[in-house]
């Protein structure tokens, strides 16, 4: 390859350049990958974004070019990047991206502030504007005739500003990740789930803003028990640090409260919401929204892992009540062929 003055070029150094998918914006180039932040405009030396993601493989994005004759004499120095809490990875509590996509999460999935594998980068883009295949559930996870139905419910990239990017969590098409953790509890239900789907969006810095995950139990008492177990296990939540699960480290939980007492209820859809900060007893505290939607045998989460202020747009809704409000009213809508009421 070269700069069209016949002067070899090589890989760029990293910085933002010019998006291949849409070259008005400038997405962030690591040196050697691509990753999902985005930025309307940047100067290609702006330092990097914070917890950057790298798109997976198969993107077929074109490597950034740069003249030679724009190149410093030597690579420069990595900007440092300003400190920050470790967010509540989908550790979650991304705890999710699963329980994410989503998605692309820090220490536990958005469905829990707390820690678990959902963290991990999403695997695949649902973003149509992308050149990513989209997304198909492996029938040897998620084992119901109904799956293709979850789709209706989660978040979708034309929900969302064509700044952010939608994307599924690795293992988020699957039954391998949990779906209930909070306080990081034991939840017998999740042995009665039988399709599961969890997608996040990012912002275009590559932050998690927000994440979904719809599933399917094999009857609506798999989703009475686990509205049953949440209730049970945040009651008795202690004060103390509570074992994660393995290479996750101890949080303690504190419930604030319920941040939905104003809300107003979906006919048909129960609901159940939950305030929390999260500490993993080295100062870093995280701030989450969790929320649980039931209708017969479909649980939707709705996971918030900036809680704070307004939140990104999903369908115009700025608000953690408008927000839940659009997915409630499409859970509501899903024939009762598929959930059972």
Known sequence: MTDGGDLPTARAYPGWYPDPMTPARRRYWTGSSWTYATSDAVPVDHPPPLDVLTLPPGHRLPDPVAPRSAWPTSAPAPAKRPQRPVKWALAVVVGLLVGVVGVVLSTRSPSKPSASPATSVPEVSLDPRSTLPLPTIPSTQNNDPSTAALMAVVVKPEDVPASASVVIFQGGAGLGQPTLDLCNGTYPSES???????????????????????VLYGDSGGTTQAFTELRSVTAACPSTPVPGPAGQPPVITTFNPPPDSAWPQTPSVTRQAYDLTSDDGAGQLSHTVAVYLRRGRALLGVYFTQADGPQLPVEGQTSIQGIVGVFAKRLAALPTSVVGA
């Not at 009665?192 to 979904?212: E, F, K, P, W, Y």
């Open 192 to 214: 009665r789930r039988v399709a599961r789907l969890q997608d996040t969006v990012l912002d275009n810095q590559g932050h998690i803003a927000l994440s979904t995950e719809a």
